[in-house]
């Protein structure tokens, strides 16, 4: 069941005219005047806060994770808002505009995506995603999927509900569903902050023998 609250949210966007929540400019959420202010990295980092080029630092070494590309920093003001307004206003179709930014960021850098990737959102658990009527996560990485011909394969599950950031609470909270064995993976998540849920996710696909592990995210939090 979909809570009253959202349904009223859902209505109101019926409603009033979408409004740009940067300039407020009427006709869409993030108008493209706004959306190409937001700078794409033209660099990658490793796992931790280094700047690396292509392989993971001595310290990331033993990770499950193999790499993580981050389309845009979590500093810019745009950036945040829009991830906000998607998880907490449920704003859902700000996820275009977020997936379009990962894309240009993945051309940017030219990661050599092979054809034999497939993509994985980090799963919310069912309360999680009852709470907010959907995946923020799987928003982003159908729209992905729907301009990269890479298809989304439905493998993981959240069976535990967890505090965020709390790296103890992590472990164990999700579940492998199907086989992934030597299958190429990209993880899809709004923001890589210290990268312990993806690192888990990761740490459970390599369990399940799957071959490489990246991550992709919108932002990246630097402490
Ligand atoms: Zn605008
Ligand atoms: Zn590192």
Known sequence: MIPHFLKTKQLLNLFFPKQCISCKKEGSFLCDDCLS????????????????????????????????????????????????????SYIKELSIPLAYLIIKHLQVIDCQISNDFLLVPIPLSNKEKRLRGFNQSEEIAKIISEATKIPLFDCVKKIKETKPQRKENIKDAFLITRDVSNKKIILIDDVYATGSTMEEVARKLKESKASVVWGVTVAREIS
């Open 37 to 88: 202010l937001i700078e794409v990295n033209h660099f990658q980092y490793c796992l931790c806060e280094k700047l690396e080029k292509k392989n993971k630092c001595n310290c990331c070494k033993k990770r499950n994770l193999d790499k993580v590309f981050s389309a845009t920093s979590f500093e810019n003001k745009i950036v945040q808002k829009a991830i906000h307004k998607l998880k907490y």
